[in-house]
C-alpha cells in the first residue's frame, strides 16, 4: 500500500511539475458546440492561430445554455487565462458573466454574437448578419424569377441572429408582390427539425416554389424533406457558407448561401488579443463587423470549411490533394 501511495505521489508530481514549467499564456475559447460545423470552424481557427502564435488552448463549449457558460468562464478565470475568445449564448444572458471574465483580469473578444452592452469586452467582431439576408434574399428573389409561393425557416427565436436574419430577408422579399410567403416556422438551427417542419409545410402547401432557411443546418433539412416527397425545382437557400451546403449548391440541390467569415473572424479576434497582450491595445474599435458574401454555383468552388480561398490557391490546393 505504502508503495502505491509513493507511485501515486510521484506521478501527481511530475504531472503537476510538467505544468508548472509551461509559462505560456492561456487563451480559453468557449463556442456554442463543438458538433455543429460552423462554430467547430470557429473553434479550430481561433485555437491553431493562438497555437502559432504560441499560446496554451483549451477550448469548451456551452451548447447554448448561459448556465453551463458561467460555469465555464468561472472555470478560465481559475485557471489564470489571459484571453477569452467567446461565442456567448445571449446577448443579454452573457453581460454577466463578460463583465465577471473582465473583471478578472481577462481580455475578453466575443466572435460571432454581440452581447447588448458596449466598454466590457476588448472586442465584439461579428458578421454582418443584416447584410448577408439582404445578398440571400436577394438571390432567392433572382432565382425565384420574382414570383411563387415560398416557405421561410427560422432559426432559434431567442437568437439575436435569428431575428435580424428574416427581418434583413423581408426587407428585400417583401418589395416583391409576386413573392407570397405561406408559412414559416422555427427549426431552432436543427437539420432534423428543418426535415420535418418543411415536410408539414410541403404537405399544407402544395404550390410551394421556394424555401428560405436562416441557416446552412436548416436548408440542408429542408433539401432532404423536398427530395424525400420526390419534388423538383423547388429553389432552397441558406445561411452560413457551411461545406456540406457548398456542395449542394454544386449539386444544385441548394441555390445560395451567405458566408459567415467564420475563420477570419476567429483568426482576427486572436490576432487583436495577441496585439492587445504586446502593446496595450488593439488598435481597433470594439464593434467591428465583417461583411458576408455570397457563394452560388458560379464561384461555389472559392469557398472552402467557412473560408473564402482565392481559386488559384483551391486549384494549387487539390493538385495537390
Not at 458546440?33 to 456551452?62: I, W
Not at 452560388?296 to 472559392?302: D, I, M, Q, R
Not at 470549411?305 to 490546393?317: D, G, L, R, Y
Request: net charge negative.
Amino acid at each position: 500500500m505504502r508503495s502505491l501511495r509513493i507511485v501515486f505521489f510521484l506521478s501527481l508530481t511530475l504531472l503537476t511539475g510538467c505544468g508548472r514549467h509551461d509559462h505560456r499564456p492561456l487563451i480559453a475559447i468557449i463556442v456554442p458546440s463543438q458538433d455543429n460545423p460552423f462554430f467547430k470552424a470557429e473553434a479550430d481557427a481561433a485555437a491553431t492561430r493562438a497555437t502559432e502564435l504560441g499560446y496554451r488552448v483549451r477550448v469548451d463549449a456551452h451548447e447554448d445554455d448561459a448556465y453551463r457558460q458561467d460555469n465555464l468562464v468561472d472555470a478560465a478565470i481559475a485557471s489564470n487565462a489571459a484571453v477569452l475568445i467567446l461565442d456567448n449564448a445571449g446577448t443579454d444572458a452573457s453581460i454577466s458573466a463578460v463583465r465577471r471574465a473582465t473583471k478578472a483580469g481577462l481580455k475578453v473578444f466575443l466572435i460571432d454574437r454581440a452581447i447588448n452592452a458596449t466598454g466590457i469586452a476588448k472586442a465584439q467582431i461579428v458578421s454582418d448578419n443584416n447584410q448577408g439576408a439582404h445578398l440571400v434574399a436577394t438571390e432567392f428573389a433572382h432565382v425565384m424569377g420574382g414570383k411563387g409561393d415560398y416557405v421561410e425557416l427560422l432559426g432559434r427565436e431567442s437568437d439575436t441572429n435569428a431575428q435580424v436574419r428574416t427581418k434583413g430577408f423581408h426587407e428585400v422579399l417583401d418589395h416583391f408582390p409576386d413573392l407570397k410567403p405561406v408559412g414559416a416556422q422555427s427549426a431552432n438551427w436543427s437539420q432534423s427539425e428543418a426535415f420535418s417542419k418543411t415536410e408539414t409545410m410541403l404537405q399544407a402547401h402544395a404550390h410551394i416554389a421556394g424555401i428560405i432557411a436562416g441557416n446552412d443546418t436548416m436548408a440542408l433539412g429542408a433539401a432532404a424533406a423536398v427530395k424525400s416527397a420526390g419534388l423538383t425545382g423547388i429553389k432552397i437557400v441558406g445561411f452560413d457558407g457551411s461545406p456540406d451546403v457548398i456542395a449542394a449548391i454544386k449539386t444544385g440541390d441548394i441555390q445560395a448561401t451567405a458566408l459567415q467569415p467564420a475563420v477570419f473572424i476567429a483568426q482576427l479576434a486572436v490576432d487583436e488579443a495577441n496585439t492587445l497582450l504586446k502593446t496595450g491595445t488593439t488598435g481597433k474599435p470594439e464593434m467591428q463587423v465583417i461583411p458576408c458574401e455570397l457563394a452560388t454555383k458560379a464561384n461555389a468552388n472559392e469557398y472552402v470549411n467557412f473560408e473564402h480561398v482565392a481559386p488559384q490557391t483551391q486549384s494549387a490546393k487539390e493538385s495537390r490533394e
